[in-house]
Every structure is written in structure tokens, then in C-alpha cells.
């Protein structure tokens, strides 16, 4: 319950800071879904017949976040049930669940107290890093500023497509009516569930509770697996390294495109993900270390859940995990051999792809070449002109393979250089186990994926190669880190710390920590990313002002059609910033991204849209146009000054005006 109740406050902060005041339920509903969310953890590792566990609270919650975000897809997605309804039933069989199962749940009272010293912790330590997002809704409204980076419009969209029953009904927000493609929404469904009792619209539900949350569930799931690792007071140090040491992006090569805490607060995926690593392998060592067949059959089932939380982080966690497993029934001496020849068979086969032996897939599909000359482009200009001049003397294969290895130290840092002293160390001294080659071989899979991992089916040539790129560097950071702590022995000064000790420090060590970073934004993008304009943008304030109006005017069933050239732009643009902001379906947008991406029978319904839109931009007069978008269930008709119809140039017959932007209201003559 106290667990419960951390972890429950540290919502109903952000969600306090997020502008939510009506009324008191929603300061209880996160406390009792956390509730629910640890007992549906405690009750999958039990299942598995996993009783004991470090970090056993941390770890519950984040398999029960896991499993119930990838649980409530399948309602949702297909049932158009709401998040909140979804979750509600869900509820049901977890208490049923933890009914059945009570005479098990018994847990360590020494190690209970310690996993709520370090919930509270990383709640503090959430809470602060993520003050400049969780007031991004209210600086928008007041300033017109968007406090994080752009595609939370975009998050903000998909959480209001399965919370507000504004949007629900409508199936994908962008195409109101039609299915939404399939993408891993699991992080979207717990944000969503708390829409009605917050009345939050996506965008304030994405920027205070989706990434948050997420980060806490990162830390949850690091803070377990290192625990298991080394004990939990080197764990806590070991997370300090991961959390508060500069990243690569910072230093050396300065690539802001691989900046880990950049990356983690862009895409709030990520810490999910991350989380759910940690506790998957954390599984996977009861395998490795007692031959638990629970244990691996968990490990293989979280690691699975990942296709549908963050699918990127899936590509690297489970060829390394699998690996691991395979390992795991050889002799060292037999491990040695197979790594070894599998490097060099994947060296090889790499080097005949760069050659052009695998016909297009290489030129055409996978781009290695292209994506790492673009990669070095990222940053400080000498290592994009010595990797030119490489390829001038050498050509682009071996280029191609030197530029991708040396991603390690644009990735990692001067942790590429510690990080292998340390398994060296390790092995000299005897400790090196089967579970460490997990780290190696993900760092294989990783560089693998820089080669071959093919273009995304939305054209980016990055998708499927640098977004696992976190994980990587978590638990490199992360292993190596308490590596480093042991072979000085401030794992054996700490553990023989009295309680009291212990905590004294922890608080001391936290408040240093405020002091240090007070004026610290993780999420703000450094290098040439910040001219790419996509963090703390200015927002058209008549677009802000429109979404204030229509929240205040608009029903359930209600639609937007967006006006000319607007429904065809991308991502920051009028349509998908109103749809964030209102949770209003949008009878079509993004209608050109929409015809690279979706397929054949969609776009043909897209196109079919479009023409409809032209259509009433051009009508003769406005009885004709609204009787058009009332024919399509459309009543509100939004347009900028750039952008206005046939029928009314001036925007004179309006129901609202702000700045440049008009909106028509069809149920209106």
C-alpha cells in the first residue's frame, strides 16, 4: 500500500502541475491503479513460480505496467472500448487474480523497506527532471510554447484515440471512421485510461503522465536487474552513472543524434522499453544462475512484450537475450569458439552486403553506407570531413565499416573504452560468467543493425538502426559502472552502512543532486538538432485559441475537417496540434504522409477524402458547403488565412477568429 501510494502521488503531482484541479477522485485513481499494477506483476512472477526477486516491488510494477498496457491493446483497438473502461475490467481479474494467490504473496519485510526507500527516490528524482515537461499544456495555453519536442502532438493524438470518447468511436483520429494502422501502443494505454477522470486533453496526458511515467518505470526495472547484479547499494550508484553523468552527445564526438537522456525524453517509449529490459533479463539470471525454467519462460514472455511497448528495443534485446540462453548450454571454452565465429561470420557476411553481393537488399533496402555518412554529418564538422576523406582513399566499403565501428564511440563514449577494460578485468580475476555475455553480444546485435536493418515502412532510414540505441547504452553504463564500483570495494563500504547510514546518505546524495541540476532540461537537444526547431517551438497562438473554443463548443461525435493545404501537412501542423489539444476525430489529415505509409485500400479511402475537401474548399456558397460536410457526419470546419474556401474568402461568416485561423460551424446555417 505505501508502495502504491509513491508511486500513486508521484502521478497526481505531474497531473497537478499539468493545470488538474476538479474535484478529488483523480488524486486517488493513479494510487489505486498502481496498486493494481504491482499486484498484476507480483502475480505473473509468482505464476511463473519466481518468489523471490530484488527490487521485488520495482520489478512487480513494471511487469504488471507491461503486461497490462500490451493487455488493454486488443479492447481498444479493436472494440473502440476506452482506456478507462478497459482498465477498469482488467482490474477485475487482477483482483481475482490476487485473491487466488494470496497465501503466496510473501515478501522480505528488510527488503520491502528498502524497495520504498528507492521508490521515493526515483519518484523525487522523476518528478524534478521532469518539471519542464509536465507544465507543457498550461506554458502552451499561457505562452503559446511547446515544452517538449514536436511529435508529442502526435503522442498526444494516439492517447486521446483511446481515452476521450470524443475519439474512441472513431477509430484512427486522422481518418475518422477508418482502423488504426498497427503500431506497438502499449505505452499509449495507461495515460489514456486516466483522460475522463482528469479531463486532460492527449497532449497534457502525454507530457505529464506518458513520459514520467515511463522514466520511472526505466528506473524501476535498472534499479531491479542491478540489484540482482551487484546488491542494492551499489545499484542506486550505479543508476547515478546511467542518470547524471554527461552522455556521449556531450563530450569527445559530440553526436547530439545518439544523446541518451535526449533520446529517452523524446521518445517516451523508450524508458518503458528500458524497464522492461532490465526486469526480462533480471528473469532470465534465475535461468542462468539456478536453471529455473520459470524463469527463462518469463524472461522469453516480457522480452516478447516488447514488440508491442517499443519494437525497436526488440531488434537488440532479443537476438542478445536468445544468444545468452544458447551460451548458457557450452562450456566456456566452447562459448569463446562460437562467439568468436559467429563475429566473424558476421563480419564477413557484412562486408559481402557492403560489396553488393546481397543484390539491392544493401543499396536499395539497408543503406548502411548512406546512413552512417549521414550520422557523422550530425556532428562537429572535422569527423564528417575525415570520414570524406576516408572514402575518397579507401572507398565506401571499408569505410562503411570502419565509420560503423567507430558508432560505438558515438554512441557510448569513453564507455566504449571502459566498458571492454572491464570485461577484460573480469575474466583476468575469474568472474566473468555466462550472464555477461549478454552486454557483448547485444553491443554485436547492435552494430548488426547500423548494417542491416532495412529502411522503416515510413521511409526513415534510421527507424530499426538507432533507436535501440538507449538500451545499449543503459546497461553498458549500467554494468560497467558497478564493474568499476566493485573492483575500487565501495560495493563492500556501502553494504556495511546501518540503515540509518544508508538512508542519510540517500537524501544527501538527492538534494546535492537538486542543487546541481536546478536549472538542468534532459530532454533539450543539443548540436545541430536544435536547429531543426523542434523543441520549445512557438505555436501559432490562434491555433491554441482555436482548441480553447473548440473544448468548450464541441460534442461528443463531433468532427473536424481541416481546410485547403492544411490537411495535407505532416507532423507539426494545425490538424494533428488541434487533434492533441481537443480530441476531436479529423475527418482526414496528414494526407500526405497517410499515402506513403498506410496501405492500398486506405489510401484509396484518403484520396477519395481529399476530393471530397476539394470539393467543399471550392463550393459555390456556404449553404452548399455545409451541406456537403454535414453529409459526412462533419460539423466543424477549420481553415487558416492562407487557406481559406471559395465561400467566403474573408473568413466574415465564422463562428470563431483568432489571429489567422477561422472555424465553421455546420450545424449552423
Not at 52 to 74: D, H, K
Not at 369 to 388: C, E, K, N, R, S
Amino acid at each position: 500500500m505505501l508502495f502504491s501510494l509513491i508511486v500513486g502521488a508521484t502521478v497526481d503531482v505531474l497531473l497537478w502541475l499539468a493545470g488538474v484541479r476538479t474535484g478529488f477522485v483523480w488524486l486517488l485513481v493513479p494510487v489505486a491503479a498502481a496498486g493494481i499494477l504491482t499486484l498484476a506483476g507480483e502475480v505473473l512472477f509468482l505464476s511463473f513460480g519466481i518468489s523471490s526477486l530484488r527490487g521485488w516491488l520495482p520489478a512487480s510494477f513494471v511487469a504488471g505496467t507491461s503486461v497490462t498496457s500490451v493487455a488493454m491493446i486488443a479492447p481498444t483497438f479493436f472494440l473502440h472500448w476506452t482506456a478507462q473502461n478497459t482498465f477498469l475490467g482488467w482490474s477485475g481479474l487482477v483482483i481475482l487474480a490476487g485473491v487466488w494467490a494470496r497465501h503466496r504473496l510473501v515478501r522480505n519485510a528488510a527488503m520491502v523497506l528498502t524497495d520504498l526507500g528507492a521508490a521515493s527516490l526515483f519518484s523525487i528524482f522523476v518528478v524534478f527532471f521532469s518539471l519542464h515537461q509536465a507544465v507543457t499544456l498550461p506554458a502552451l495555453m499561457t505562452k503559446d510554447i511547446l515544452q517538449v519536442w514536436d511529435d508529442y502532438f502526435i503522442h498526444g493524438m494516439v492517447v486521446a484515440s483511446f481515452g476521450d470518447p470524443r475519439a474512441t468511436w472513431a477509430g484512427d483520429i486522422m481518418l475518422s471512421g477508418s482502423p488504426q494502422a498497427f503500431y506497438h501502443y502499449g505505452i499509449f494505454m495507461l495515460p489514456a485510461a486516466l483522460q475522463p477522470v482528469t479531463g486532460l486533453c492527449g497532449l497534457g496526458l502525454a507530457t505529464a503522465v506518458m513520459l514520467p511515467l515511463g522514466l520511472l518505470v526505466g528506473l524501476f526495472g535498472l534499479y531491479s536487474l542491478a540489484a540482482e547484479w551487484a546488491g542494492v547499494g551499489t545499484a542506486l550508484l550505479g543508476l547515478w552513472l546511467v542518470c547524471l553523468l554527461p552522455d556521449a552527445s556531450r563530450y569527445w564526438m559530440r553526436n547530439p543524434f545518439y544523446g541518451f537522456h535526449w533520446s529517452v525524453y523524446t521518445s517516451p517509449g523508450a524508458g518503458y522499453a528500458i524497464g522492461l529490459c532490465g526486469v526480462s533479463f533480471g528473469c532470465a539470471l534465475g535461468w542462468l544462475r539456478g536453471r529455473q525454467l520459470g524463469a527463462l519462460l518469463l524472461s522469453g514472455f516480457l522480452t516478447f512484450l516488447l514488440v508491442m511497448i517499443r519494437a525497436h528495443l526488440f531488434l537488440l534485446m532479443a537476438p542478445a537475450l536468445a544468444g545468452t540462453i544458447v551460451l548458457s548450454f557450452l562450456n566456456e571454452t566452447w562459448r569463446k569458439r562460437i562467439v568468436m565465429a559467429g563475429c566473424l561470420a558476421a563480419f564477413v557476411l557484412t562486408i559481402l552486403l557492403l560489396n553488393g553481393k546481397f543484390g539491392r537488399y544493401g543499396s536499395e533496402r539497408a543503406q548502411p553506407f548512406t546512413y552512417i555518412q549521414w550520422v557523422y554529418t550530425m556532428g562537429p564538422d572535422h569527423y564528417a570531413d575525415l570520414f570524406g576523406r576516408s572514402v575518397q582513399h579507401f572507398g565506401q566499403p571499408f569505410s562503411a565499416i570502419v565509420g560503423g565501428i567507430g558508432m560505438l564511440p558515438v554512441t557510448l563514449g569513453f564507455w566504449a573504452i571502459l566498458f571492454p577494460l572491464a570485461i577484460w578485468w573480469e575474466g583476468r580475476h575469474g568472474r566473468f560468467k555466462v550472464e555477461d555475455y549478454f552486454l557483448p553480444l547485444a553491443t554485436v546485435a547492435y552494430l548488426l543493425l547500423i548494417f542491416w536493418a532495412p529502411i522503416a515502412y515510413n521511409g526513415t532510414l534510421d527507424e530499426y538502426k538507432q533507436r535501440s540505441f538507449v538500451l545499449l547504452y543503459a546497461l553498458v553504463v549500467l554494468w560497467t559502472g558497478l564493474r568499476l564500483i566493485g573492483a575500487v570495494g565501495i560495493d563492500r563500504y556501502v553494504a556495511s552502512w546501518r540503515p540509518a547510514v544508508s538512508a542519510m546518505t540517500a537524501a544527501a546524495v538527492l538534494l546535492t543532486t537538486v542543487l546541481l541540476y536546478r536549472n538542468t532540461d534532459p530532454g533539450s537537444p543539443v548540436g545541430k538538432i536544435v536547429a531543426w526547431n523542434a523543441y520549445d517551438k512557438k505555436i501559432d497562438p490562434g491555433v491554441v485559441q482555436m482548441a480553447v473554443f473548440l473544448n468548450a463548443n464541441a460534442h461528443p461525435k463531433d468532427m473536424i475537417a481541416v481546410g485547403g493545404k492544411g490537411a495535407y501537412e505532416t507532423n507539426s501542423c494545425a490538424t494533428v496540434e488541434l487533434a492533441s489539444m481537443t480530441d476531436l476525430p479529423v475527418y482526414v489529415g496528414r494526407i500526405d504522409f497517410q499515402l506513403k505509409t498506410r496501405s492500398p485500400q486506405t489510401a484509396q479511402i484518403i484520396q477519395e477524402r481529399a476530393a471530397e475537401m476539394k470539393m467543399i474548399d471550392g463550393a459555390a456558397d456556404q449553404a452548399k458547403a455545409f451541406e456537403q460536410l454535414r453529409s459526412h457526419g462533419i460539423r466543424w470546419y477549420v481553415c487558416s488565412g492562407s487557406n481559406m474556401p471559395s465561400w467566403d474568402r474573408v473568413g466574415k461568416r465564422s463562428v470563431f477568429h483568432a489571429d489567422s485561423t477561422y472555424v465553421y460551424d455546420a450545424a449552423k446555417e
